[in-house]
């Protein structure tokens, strides 16, 4: 069975940081790209970051030079550094895993809140 579990969320002041880290088991087919979303209430789910097999990354304009997404092939894992957190970036963050066999398949963390107090 396919599980994805985040951890690292939490509450923090604005300007600091926290790591969030996304741990994917069960998954028998090579991963393709990985990344987070995250969902405000009261908003639709966005885009956050994303990381290719080969380290190619991509950023919401809205975190780059704050975030920085990592993963780790062997151990299937990403990881997303939030540096100067703002209010804003208050949202359940969800990490994904793309599988592609002969169909692609996402798969889903169950989400972490992330709070930033001003």
């Known amino acids: 069975q396919v599980q994805l579990v985040e951890s690292g969320g939490g509450l923090v002041q604005a300007g600091g940081s926290l790591r969030l880290s996304c741990a994917a088991s069960?998954?028998?087919?090579?991963?393709?790209?990985m990344g987070w979303y995250r969902q405000a209430p009261g908003e639709q789910r966005e885009l956050v970051a994303t990381?290719?097999?080969?380290?190619?990354?991509h950023y919401a304009d809205s975190v780059k030079g704050r975030f920085t997404i990592s993963r780790d092939n062997a151990k299937n894992t990403v990881l997303l550094q939030m540096n100067s957190l703002k209010p804003e970036d208050t949202a359940v963050y969800y990490c994904?895993?793309?599988?592609?066999?002969?169909?692609?398949?996402?798969?889903w963390g169950q989400g972490t809140q992330v709070t930033v107090s001003s």
């Open positions: 069960g998954i028998k087919f090579r991963i393709n790209d």
């Open positions: 994904y895993a793309d599988t592609s066999v002969i169909v692609s398949i996402r798969h």
């Open positions: 990381i290719t097999s080969g380290a190619s990354t």
